[in-house]
Each structure stands twice: as C-alpha cells, then as structure tokens.
C-alpha cells in the first residue's frame, strides 16, 4: 500500500512534466494577433496577386526545364497557403464569412494559376514531360500524410509569438505550386491524365492542410470563435468529415495500386535474375508491365526449348506472379554465338583504336614538321643577324619574329609576316631602311617584311 501511494505523486508529477512540455499554449501568440495575421493572409489583391502569378511562371519554368531548385524558389514566394489556413481558421471558429470569402480568393488563385501555367505550356518550345511533372501526376496516401502534417505544422507555425521557417518549410513540402502547374500543362497539351492527377494531388494538399488548420485552432480554442448551436456544430462537423472521407478514398485506392506495382516490379526482376540466367543465353531486353501482368523478354545465344520455357513459366506462381504471363522472343534460324559477337565487339573496338592512332601519327608528323621549320627559321635567322652587323655596322641588335598584320576594319592577314626589330648606334637615313628592308626580302625569301628600327 506504501509503495502504491509513494508511486501516484511521481506519475502526477509525470504527467503534469509532458503536458507542460506538449503544451501549445505556452508560447502561443495573442488570439487577436492570430485573427488579424490569418485573416490579412486571406487577401488576395494587389501584389499578392502579381506575386501569385510570378511565381506560377517560375514553377512552371522550373518543371518545364526539370529544375529542384528552380521549383522550391517558386513554392516560397507563393501565396497560395493563406487563402487554404483562412478556410481551416474559419470553420475552426465557425465563421461562415470568413470561410467563403476565403474559399473565393483559394478559386479566384486556382484560376488564375492554371490560365498562367497553361498560357506558359501553349508558348513553350520544350514539350517533353521531365521527372518532375510525372511525380505530381499519380497522388497517393503518403501525399495525404505529408499535407496533413505538414499542415498541422503550418497552422501550429502561424499561431506562435515568434516566426520561425515553419511556414517555408511546410510551402515547400505540400507543395501547392507544381501539381497546380502540373495540371496547366495538361491543360496545354490535353493530357488529362496528368490534368486530373495533378488536380486532385492539389485537391488533397487544401484539403488536408485546411483540416489540420481546423484541429489545431479546435485545440487552441481562441476567443474569437463564434457559439453555435449544438445542431449547427453537428452539420458542420459532419460535412467536414464527408469531405476528408471522400479526398481521402482515392489516394488509399492509388496507394494500394501503386504498392502492387512495385512489388511486382520487384518480384518479377528477382524471377529474372534467378530463373532466366544460362553460360550461352542472355536477356538482350525486358520489359516489365504490373497493369497487364505481363514480363516479356528477348534473348541471345542459344535457343531454350519450349518444354523448359513451360517449366520457367510454371514457376512464377512461387514468386507470387499469379495470373503473368510470359513473353520470350528468340531468334527463330540459330543461337547467336556469344564467343564470336564479343570477338567482332573486340575487332570493331581495335579497328577504332588503330584509325585513332593513325590520326594521332599524322597529327604528329605535322607538328614534328612546324617544329623543324620553326628550328631551321631560327638558325637561318642567326646568320642573318650576323649578316646585318658586318654589312651595316651601326646595328647593334637584331630582333627577327614571326608576326600578324591587322588593320582596322580588317581581318588579320593570312599570310605569314616576318618583323625585323633593330636597334642602331647612328639614326639611318631613309634610303638605308629601304635597302636593309629590300635585302631582308631577297634573304628571308618573302615580301612580307616590316623593318623597325629604335
């Protein structure tokens, strides 16, 4: 009996510690700020409304051209989040002003972002669906849990004293822009697969956000919330249920269709890996189908006989591929060699190689025979020098260079220009220049000459 009553205090105290650590009160914000930054959030005009549609065109831009971070920039600046918390806040308080106007700024938003986004589909040269426009097109139940809880920390985020980068961070996990911009390219190329997945992947983020918006503010209890009768607060809470009951049905339909497939694709790869494995027979091609149950294969090098194909077939039921069909093609005159096809990969790869080669040889050859001339141009113009001084004393050096002509207006010559820098003990007369230039010409062998004398 002793121990009973010294253990009660210890779990009071226990329960008193989690509830005060749990507790969303403690750093809640004033319920009249709360009212005023949700109800300010629920605006949709002015520069909202520009900023909606920049940044409908940057996250359509960003899946057009399969850019992650271009995608993310654009689901920060969106202001998509208010109009879905001002629903979730005003059935919280049972405001019914509050809910439609909110609910007529969300349509008003949702228009205009599928006008944007299809107006940007229609213009676009770049017509191929990337990764990140299939990803929003096929919703599933995990898609439910990520809006919802990332609602709950949306609404929790919004209601506390000091602002944090909850609200970024829940923007860019709900994602609200690309299923919506997902959706304008259907719209754009009328794809209404991808039109009606994406839609209903944005019909799941408000609802399940504004759902937890509700909860949180039921839990929170704020003085603004408006009493009601118990029949009215019945409706309420049953039209909110049928809704949540009837987002939600679907996306537990794709859920469990989307786990079949994969654990099809699973199974059926480890039934090829493990019963379609032979020394002189190769799977050249396969291609897995979980909507039809359906493997087909096509193989190289020495034929399997039908008999052994019925045996590899009877066995897909022990994977759990009841109800597959198997699909093997092979060739129908001969096995293909598999010695001789690596033998002709080897004799074509030589091939490439020894041309490669070759060019490289010639490239060689050439550069060898710049590199000669080059040499035999600096000898030459060695002597040249030496020439020079015993004709004409007053040099004292001699620069010879190759060189490049350009003129304004001009292309560079082509042709190779030869310039001859001296520098003179005696100022030499123009005549002089004019023989030294004439005979550099007779010497080098070019009339592309250019004296410069310092």
Not at 207 to 225: D, E, G, Q
Not at 345 to 354: A, F, H, P, Q, R
Request: with cysteine; proline share 3%; charged share 20%.
């Amino acid at each position: 009996m002793a121990n009973k009553n010294s253990f009660s205090p210890i779990l009071k105290r226990t329960v008193i510690t989690m509830r005060q650590r749990f507790s969303l009160i403690g750093d809640k914000a004033d319920d009249e700020h709360i009212d005023i930054g949700i109800r300010s959030g629920v605006e949709l005009s002015g520069t909202n409304l520009w900023v909606l549609m920049f940044a409908i065109m940057v996250a359509s831009v960003g899946l057009n051209v399969n850019s992650t971070a271009v995608i993310i920039g654009a689901m920060l600046i969106s202001p998509l989040m208010g109009p879905i918390m001002g629903i979730g806040y005003g059935v919280g308080i049972y405001d019914p002003a509050l809910i439609r106007k909110s609910l007529r700024n969300l349509g008003i938003a949702t228009l205009i972002s599928l006008l944007v986004s299809t107006f940007y589909f229609l213009l676009t040269p770049l017509s191929d669906a990337h990764s990140e426009l299939l990803a929003r097109t096929t919703p599933s139940i995990w898609d439910v849990l990520i809006a919802f809880f990332g609602g709950l920390a949306g609404i929790i985020g919004a209601t506390r004293n000091e602002k944090t980068n909850i609200i970024p961070g829940v923007a860019i996990a709900t994602a609200l822009m690309p299923p919506l911009c997902t959706a304008g390219y259907g719209l754009a190329n009328a794809n209404w697969q991808f039109f009606f997945g994406a839609f209903y992947l944005y019909s799941i983020n408000c609802v399940f956000i504004a759902f937890s918006a509700i909860l949180i503010i039921w839990v929170l209890n704020p003085r603004h919330k408006k009493f009601v009768d118990e029949k009215t607060e019945v409706r309420v809470r049953r039209v909110l249920s049928a809704v949540v009951i009837l987002t939600l049905l679907p996306s537990i339909y794709l859920a469990v269709k989307l786990v079949r497939h994969e654990v099809f694709n699973s199974e059926a790869k480890k039934f090829l890996d493990i019963e379609m494995v032979y020394k002189q027979t190769h799977i050249a091609e396969r291609n897995i189908n979980p909507e039809k149950k359906q493997i087909e294969v096509t193989l190289i090098g020495d034929l399997i006989s039908k008999a052994k194909l019925k045996e590899i077939e009877a066995r897909l039921v022990t994977y759990g591929l009841t109800d597959t069909t198997l699909l093997v093609h092979q060739s129908k005159d001969q096995a293909i060699d598999v010695t001789a096809l690596k033998s002709n990969i080897v004799s074509e790869l030589y091939k490439d190689n020894l041309y490669a080669l070759e060019d490289r040889n010639k490239t060689i050859q050439k550069l060898q025979g710049e590199l000669e001339k080059h040499s035999a141009n600096r000898a030459e113009w060695h002597n040249i020098s030496k020439e020079l001084n015993a004709l004409y004393p007053q040099i004292r050096t001699v620069l010879l260079s190759d060189g490049a002509l350009w003129k304004v207006g001009e292309d560079a010559s082509k042709d190779p220009i030869i310039v001859a820098n001296i520098k003179v003990t005696s100022k030499l007369s123009l005549s002089t220049k004019y023989k030294i230039t004439e005979w550099l010409k007779l010497r080098v062998k070019s009339d592309n000459v250019i004296l410069i004398v310092d």
